[in-house]
């Protein structure tokens, strides 16, 4: 009997789509060995590439383009997905992402989500009354006033003065008025799709991923503070305390904004993903996962897709499923066999620098399979 091997990578962030990984893996697999049985399941856990992969499964959903301000403010070409006439997906990072901005414009102080209110209004200017927000590879930490801002909401300081939206307007903030809202955001569904289970505030809070976003010691110190200040508020203004709930530092405070404003349900983007797909099903009828992304590291272990696989794969069949991990790089001192992974393979090797990699990183990714080939297929 051939062997069943399940393609299902992640996006490899800054170089490969969950989709172009998938098919660079199954392409190389089936040259070497074309009697195995190989299936593409390329997987989104909430992150950067969500509407991609949603794309790619729900066969008549389309693509709405439209022009939206990125976290700086300055005017960009965006999408959303359109996924039945009631349902929009909105991907905070074609708007609000760290990957629209160069590392040295990063600064969580100034960034907002102004740009990801634009796409909710304009799914609602389609008539969707169900809107799904996926919250990774945000560059923001503004706890989601920008979204707020862009539905209508007044920002307030002690003097009534109207603020701005940023990281460091949470500092300052002292009232929401919500009069002016758009009060078609009130009969929606909302589903938020998250890919960390972090709380708001606090040592496991979005502090622990502010730094990645571009934020110095003193900044995180302002900005934490700030989001202390925006749980309080949010208590005056809503009645709702969800600072210690978990998912709600994801992308910056957005969940707990969408979970505290706008009553959204709070899901793991990669259940949400494998519930629609049925990926359970798949891994059963399977002998090899192969899975992957672009660093593998201890935020793995916080809700990403790779991780959610490979708990539900042993779930499945606690040791008769083989599973790989193929990366751009993995972090040093952990031992991956404590997490129930078989084999990790990384793309980058000593002498290339991170730049030179994610820009080759089809080529290294062909490479790698072709050279471990053996190993991976070999029970």
Not at 162 to 188: F, H, N, V, W
Request: glycine letters at 8%; hydrophobic letters at 40%.
């Amino acid at each position: 009997m051939s062997k069943k091997i399940l393609i299902a990578p992640n996006a490899f962030k800054h170089s490969l789509s969950a989709i172009e990984a998938a098919k660079v893996i199954y392409s190389v697999l089936k040259l070497r060995g074309k009697n195995l049985g190989c299936e593409m399941v390329p997987i989104a856990d909430g992150g950067d590439g969500t509407i991609d992969v949603l794309h790619y499964y729900i066969q008549n959903s389309k693509f709405v383009n439209c022009n939206v301000y990125n976290p700086l403010m300055k005017k960009i070409k965006s999408k959303w997905l359109l996924l039945n006439k009631k349902t929009a997906v909105i991907e905070l990072a074609k708007s609000s992402g760290i990957n629209l901005l160069k590392d040295n414009e990063l600064n969580p102080l100034v960034a907002n989500t102004y740009g990801s209110g634009e796409l909710i209004k304009a799914a609602l200017d389609r008539g969707c009354r169900s809107l799904v927000v996926s919250l990774g590879g945000s560059a923001t930490v503004d706890g989601g006033l920008g979204i707020l801002y862009a539905l209508g909401a007044k920002l307030l300081d002690k003097n009534n003065n109207e603020l701005k939206p940023s990281g460091a307007a949470l500092s300052q903030l002292k009232k929401i008025d919500l009069t002016g809202i758009d009060k078609r955001i009130y009969k929606c569904k909302i589903f938020a799709l998250c890919d960390v289970k972090n709380i708001l505030v606090g040592s496991k809070g979005t502090i622990n991923f502010s730094r990645q976003k571009g934020a110095n010691y003193k900044q995180r110190v302002i900005l934490e503070k700030g989001m202390k200040n925006f749980a309080k508020i949010t208590l005056h203004t809503t009645g709702k305390n969800y600072s210690k709930y978990p998912m709600t530092g994801a992308a910056g405070g957005v969940a707990f904004m969408l979970k505290s404003f706008l009553n959204a349900d709070l899901l793991s983007g990669f259940s949400y993903l494998e519930e629609m797909i049925n990926l359970k099903n798949k891994i059963k009828k399977s002998n090899i996962i192969i899975t992957g992304e672009g660093k593998l590291d201890a935020q793995t272990f916080m809700g990403k897709g790779v991780y959610e696989l490979i708990k539900l794969t042993r779930r499945v069949n606690v040791n008769k499923k083989k599973i790989i991990v193929l990366c751009g790089e993995s972090e040093k001192g952990i031992n991956w066999k404590n997490y129930r992974i078989d084999l990790v393979l990384k793309l980058r090797s000593g002498n290339q620098s991170l730049n030179e990699s994610i820009k080759n990183a089809k080529n290294l990714l062909r490479n790698l399979v072709e050279k471990h080939y053996n190993l991976i297929i070999e029970s």
